[in-house]
């Protein structure tokens, strides 16, 4: 069945793939599974063609058939159990996996969102810089407690799984922030992610959409 995803006409991260489309082009990747791309613009986020896919005006969507998802992490889910080799086929690994793409989600993500708010949306207020300080600090709390439990292993719970996909772009936000660094083996999970096939034919997807716009 033709799978359509909607991705942004012209991201603003310089071909980074940063934006939540990244997750599921990726896991698309990794299942082995062809898509097609609908590019919206800007301007059509919030017209109702775009609202009747997802009600909040966002990028990504997913389309198969007659399912219409918004949400990246439903959609990487939804992948995950549609196509197998995102999730383990014992019940408890298959929950604990899904328990990490939550982790991802409600538990990282959050803190590290809010670090771009106050970056770019609070720049120049006088509490910026407090707010930094604050926001770094639950961030750095968040990554050491990640750090010790992933210790030496190469994957969040065993095998590469969906939930993978989805911490390791959540963490790639903070590149460039010097917060990773502090912690050796994140970094080196996140260059043990991006090494893989998958990961790099979806990047350069999203890298060749952000270059034709140029
Ligand atoms: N919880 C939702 C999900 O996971 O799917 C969040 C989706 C979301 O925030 N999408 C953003 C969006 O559509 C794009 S990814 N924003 C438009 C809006 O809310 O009206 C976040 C993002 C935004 C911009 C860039 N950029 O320009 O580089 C990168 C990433």
Known sequence: MAITISVFERALDEGRGLARDMRVRWALEEVGQFYEVRLVPWEKFKAEAHLARNPFGQIPTY??????????????????????????????????????MFAALSTMEPPIMDRDVVEYFEAGKSWQG????????????????????????????????????????????????????????????????????AYQRAFAAQLALWEKAQ
């Open 130 to 197: 407090e707010r930094f300080a604050m926001v770094d600090a639950r961030i750095r709390d968040r990554l050491a407690q990640l750090s010790a439990r992933m210790g030496a292993s190469d994957w969040l719970d065993g095998a590469f799984s969906a939930a993978d996909i989805i911490m390791v772009h959540v963490l790639r936000r903070l590149e460039g922030s010097e917060l990773l660094e502090e912690y050796p083996n994140l970094v080196a999970y996140i260059a043990r992610a991006a090494a893989r096939p």
């Open 63 to 100: 389309e198969e058939g007659e399912l219409t998802l918004f949400e990246s992490g439903a959609i990487v889910l939804h992948i995950a159990e549609r196509f197998p080799g995102l999730l383990p086929q014992d019940a408890d690994a298959r929950a604990r996996a899904i328990m990490w």
